[in-house]
């Protein structure tokens, strides 16, 4: 299973971006999630979403900014980032959780339960 990250770049505050996880090797995943760690800090949760039913959940940090989604038919996952913030300067990277134990969705905070990471893009916020 690959997972390849895109859409990343340098974007002034305020401003948008959307990001693009493509999967290859495998068509179905329980949850697909976003991560994100920035310089000199731990690796941290920013959304997830169930793949059958397209149940979503957020980071606080990024609720009512950003939109997490998919399409069942191409295999990807995005994250539409809206209002941007200098804080959201980071490498975003996407996983994807097989299914053979069933979580809650608010579990996917924790990326231990994710079995399938992609290589991460970067996303600069300029002030």
């Known amino acids: 299973v690959q997972l390849q990250a895109s859409g990343g770049g340098l974007v002034q505050a305020g401003g948008s971006l959307r990001l693009s996880c493509a999967a290859s090797?495998?068509?179905?995943?329980?949850?697909m999630g976003w991560f994100r760690q920035a310089p000199g800090k731990e690796r941290e949760f920013v959304a997830a979403?169930?793949?059958?039913?397209?149940?979503?959940y957020y980071a606080d940090s990024v609720k009512g900014r950003f939109t997490i989604s998919r399409d069942n038919a191409k295999n990807t996952v995005y994250l539409e980032m809206n209002s941007l913030k200098a804080e959201d300067t980071a490498v975003y990277y996407c996983?994807?959780?097989?299914?053979?134990?069933?979580?809650?969705?608010?579990?996917?905070?924790?990326?231990?339960?994710?079995?399938?990471w992609g290589q991460g893009t970067l996303v600069t916020v300029s002030s």
């Open positions: 996983a994807a959780d097989s299914g053979r134990l069933y979580y809650s969705i608010s579990s996917y905070r924790n990326p231990q339960l994710f079995d399938y």
């Open positions: 979403i169930r793949w059958d039913g397209g149940r979503t």
């Open positions: 090797g495998r068509t179905t995943f329980s949850v």
